[in-house]
């Protein structure tokens, strides 16, 4: 077996894990299964290639290329603009649709088919505006360098697994050490004694849609840079956010990171074992055992 | 009126109709019994992909082509629709509400990437073709042909509509209505909220089956394309905009709405220059998405809207109760 199918899994593993993160959060903050949470994954994409664009076309030198890595600095500012604009197109989605369903106490699958309408819609604005034909941050070939053991790695792949890595140990910092993400978990675990309690709920709510948006955005900004950016990238890693969010345990991050990490390297093994036009399966199996033998997941608690 | 406008208005119609038989599927999942299937699409494709291997001729290049009649294809369409529908909602239905939607969404990717890579079975990319058509016989008089074609779906449609009104109102539908008013409720009267809401699943797969098959038979030919989400989302617009809960508004939203969607790919066609129109029919289904969210947050009934008394007892017996019954947008 080929070692290189642990990098390959563990970068698409990391991914995974960033946008499993943010459906993790929804649903244990909002209580839904959001399928609205690919698009915010290509919109990341898509908005950190515009503004990327925008930057290079203000100053040249922006495009030069940092050291190792394939991109100039444009792209790293492109991304915090990115992951702000990504953030508001979130807090716009929820005023304009969940929001008023909130209100009006619509049931748990409204909310679901809401944001399956969200989706869709938000998918194909996308082909309209920028088309269905794939794009990319920079057109430059990388060398893999070899780590040894017979592992090879690009520059870029390896910012971006650092990268993943930082995101989650602070995302679990935020969650466990400090004043908001006391709140967050106080109103996962009962709303309403949280309310009681002097929490206030819309801000919470707030804040999942923008960390989960922001890191939505940056897995979007992850895969364009090692693959590609098309308007259904998102919605095609909509299954392995599932099933990762689900093996990890509703609610827990390191979870839903650990249990990305597992399908992305779970599928680079399908890929291999099988051939890479059975990929999207190997989320779906991983579905079906979990909720088979264990549908709270590793980290969650039974119901 | 000219022939080829009759013969065109029985296609457009018979097309709508098997849609409205997609719509009385979901309608037993979801309008009555408050589940959410995502995946209407791969299960419209298991029952189109079955009945073209059981009725096709002899295929020499992939599994298959066993040459049975037609009815038989439909019925197995139906069978292992409702069996795969059944295993699903085992796997499901005892959990969270919304781990039903995700694997009904895993269930429609995976049924695509089966139709589009197990080639020696469902034919690739291309599909199957040569899927016999009822009165293909006619063919050569396509009015003849096209108006047999709409009396078929007719008597399909008519007959699904009877049966379902009478489960509907039958003891077994007010039990799925109670578990989807007050599960606590009915289970403190003895009821089986699983067993009840696993066996309204496997009928509405069952019906969602048959009709990925005789639409299968009506087009003659059968591709992975076919299939893709956005189908699911055309059956729940479909659904909504007619009045989920109510098989005439599911069978009028059907017709609407794919009236709707005929008419504006015409427009399409003749507004945008053809190196537009790509574009113009992904702004098409940006339209159909928010349209969907606008009739959630204005008008979650639909047109027609359930009644809100199916039996026929307590009709009779309390008039004045009509007015008293409780709203009947569905509650978790």
């Known amino acids: ?246 093996l990890g345990g509703i609610g827990s991050v390191p979870g839903a990171m650990l249990a990305g990490l597992i399908v992305g390297l779970a599928e680079a093994l399908g890929v291999q074992l099988i051939g890479a036009e059975w990929r999207a399966a190997v989320a779906f199996m991983i579905l079906v055992f979990v909720l088979l033998l264990r549908p709270q997941g590793l980290f969650g608690r039974a119901e | 009126m000219s022939v080829e406008l009759v013969a065109y208005v029985a296609f457009f119609l018979t097309m709508a109709l098997t849609y409205a038989v997609m719509c009385l599927g979901l309608n037993v999942q979801w309008g009555q019994t408050g589940l959410f299937n995502v995946g209407v699409a791969g299960f419209v494709a298991i029952g189109a992909y079955v009945s073209a291997l059981l009725t096709t001729p002899d295929a020499p290049d992939r599994f298959g082509g066993f040459g049975l009649p037609i009815l038989v294809g439909w019925l197995g369409a139906a069978l292992a629709t409702g069996l795969a529908s059944f295993l699903v909602g085992w796997l499901t239905i005892r959990l969270r509400a919304d781990y039903l939607a995700i694997a009904t969404f895993g269930v429609a990717v995976t049924v695509q990437l089966v139709a589009l890579n197990l080639q020696s079975i469902t034919g690739g990319p291309f599909g199957i073709g040569f899927i016999p058509r009822p009165f293909a016989n006619l063919a050569g008089d396509p009015l003849a042909f096209s108006l047999l074609n709409l009396g078929v779906l007719i008597v399909v449609v008519a007959l699904l509509y009877l049966a379902l009104e009478h489960l509907l109102r039958s003891p077994w539908g007010r039990v799925l209505r109670a578990i989807r008013e007050d599960e606590t409720a009915a289970l403190a009267l003895g009821k089986n909220a699983t067993r009840f809401r696993l066996q309204a699943f496997a009928i509405g797969g069952a019906i969602m089956g048959l009709a990925g098959a005789t639409q299968a038979h009506f087009v003659g030919f059968i591709a992975p394309d076919n299939y893709v989400p956005l189908l699911t989302f055309q059956v729940w617009a479909m659904l909504i905009v007619g009045g989920s809960g109510n098989n005439r508004g599911a069978i009028l939203g059907a017709i609407l709405v794919w009236g709707i969607w005929a008419a504006s790919a015409g427009a399409i066609a003749s507004l945008f220059p053809p190196d537009q129109q790509a574009r113009a029919a992904a702004l098409r289904i940006v339209l159909i998405g928010i349209g969907l969210c606008a009739i959630l947050l204005l008008r979650p009934r639909g047109i027609l809207g359930e009644e809100r008394i199916v039996s026929r007892h307590l009709a009779r017996l309390k008039p004045a109760r009509r007015t008293a019954s409780n709203p009947t947008s569905p509650e978790p």
């Open chain 1, 1 to 246: 077996m080929n070692p290189q199918l642990i990098m390959d899994g563990l970068i698409a593993g990391a991914m995974i894990g960033l946008g499993a993160i943010g459906i993790t959060l929804t649903y244990s903050i909002l209580r839904f299964a959001n399928f609205a949470h690919g698009e915010m994954i290509s919109w990341g994409a898509y908005l950190a290639l515009a503004t990327s664009g925008l930057l290079g076309s203000l100053s040249g030198a922006l495009l030069k290329p940092i050291g190792p890595f394939s991109f100039g600095w444009s792209l790293p500012l492109a991304v915090l603009a990115a992951v702000a604009l990504t953030a508001g197109l979130a807090l716009l989605v929820d005023a304009l649709l969940f929001g008023p369903l909130r209100k009006r106490r619509s049931a748990v699958i409204i909310m679901v088919m809401a944001s399956f309408g969200a989706s869709l819609a938000l998918r194909s604005l996308l082909e309209f505006i920028f088309t269905s034909k794939p794009v990319y941050f920079s057109k430059a070939l990388q060398i893999a360098l070899p780590l040894g053991g017979g592992l090879r790695a690009t520059p870029d792949q390896l910012l971006s697994l650092a990268v993943a890595a930082i995101l989650v140990v602070a995302i679990h910092i935020l969650l466990t050490r400090t004043a908001i993400g006391r709140s967050m978990r106080a109103v996962s675990e009962n709303q309403q004694l949280a309310g009681v309690a002097g929490i206030d709920a819309r801000k919470v709510i707030r804040t999942v849609w923008m960390l989960g948006a922001g890191l939505a955005c940056i897995a979007g900004v992850m895969a364009g840079l090692l693959v590609q950016i098309r308007p259904y990238m998102g919605f095609d890693l909509l299954l392995p956010l599932f099933a990762a969010a689900i």
